[in-house]
């Protein structure tokens, strides 16, 4: 069923950015080759190279420790090379569509004319073939000590297959460890540590994946943080 887009999600490594961000694209192509010979009657093509970008457009805001400048991080070139980036269309609660990848970024515009707003243009190529069409497990969850999320039924995966996982943290706290889990059942009687992130004390993300089959079809996520508060969201998706 059609639906608005009304207050989608966009994370840009540890960052939100929907706040500035007017419009956002996630493109996938595969560089058809034309392979049409003597013998053909119409033309044949192939799959080629396959190719991910995002493009995000907005209004900038030039405040030094919260505008675009210093969430996007590209001024002084900290923030080029393999951004993860997550689109949530409709919004982070869990269960709901995450499109993941980790990026290079191409250009950072700047559009300044005189009596309207100040515009950006971002647009970033996938590093690799490393992206995802996900699910959201985990949305701007807010932590404390540890503890575990709602089991979401993904599916198996098989034994060409791999499951994908994104961790994008927005508050840190100290010494915060996310695994992904798994278990065949929805309660996790047996459940099994399946990806597990960087132990971390900093704002930021990290995107890891582990391939072969996995017949468990629950999936969730746990966590425990040392001190302090945290707030992160994790994206998962099978392939």
């Not at 192939?46 to 805001?61: A, F, H, L, Q, T």
């Not at 590209?74 to 990848?101: E, F, L």
């Not at 701007?140 to 039924?153: C, K, M, N, P, Y």
């Amino acid at each position: 069923m059609p639906f608005v887009n009304l207050n989608p999600e966009i994370y840009f490594n540890g960052y939100y950015v929907q706040g500035w961000s007017k419009s956002a694209q996630f493109k996938l192509d595969n560089e058809p080759q034309d392979c049409t010979t003597l013998a053909d009657t119409t033309r044949i093509y192939k799959p080629g190279m396959e190719n991910v970008e995002v493009s995000i457009e907005g209004y900038d805001d030039y405040a030094q420790t919260t505008g675009t400048d210093y969430r996007y991080n590209i001024i002084n070139g900290a923030t080029v090379n393999n951004v993860i980036i997550t689109m949530c269309p409709q919004n982070d609660s869990a269960g709901k569509p995450s499109y993941t990848g980790t990026f290079n970024l191409a250009d950072y515009n700047k559009t300044h004319t005189v009596g309207e707003m100040v515009k950006f243009t971002i647009n970033a190529k996938a590093s690799g073939s490393i992206w995802f069409k996900g699910t959201v497990l985990e949305g701007d969850r807010s932590v404390s000590g540890a503890g575990s999320g709602t089991a979401i039924q993904l599916g198996a995966v098989a034994a060409t297959q791999g499951v994908y996982a994104a961790l994008h943290v927005t508050l840190a706290g100290t010494n915060l460890v996310v695994k992904l889990q798994s278990d065949s059942a929805s309660n996790f009687p047996s459940a099994t540590n399946v990806i597990t992130f960087a132990t971390t004390s900093a704002v930021g993300a990290e995107l890891k994946s582990v391939m072969g089959a996995n017949t468990d079809t629950y999936w969730r996520c746990s966590w425990t943080l040392a001190g302090g508060n945290s707030t992160f969201t994790v994206v998962v998706g099978i392939r």
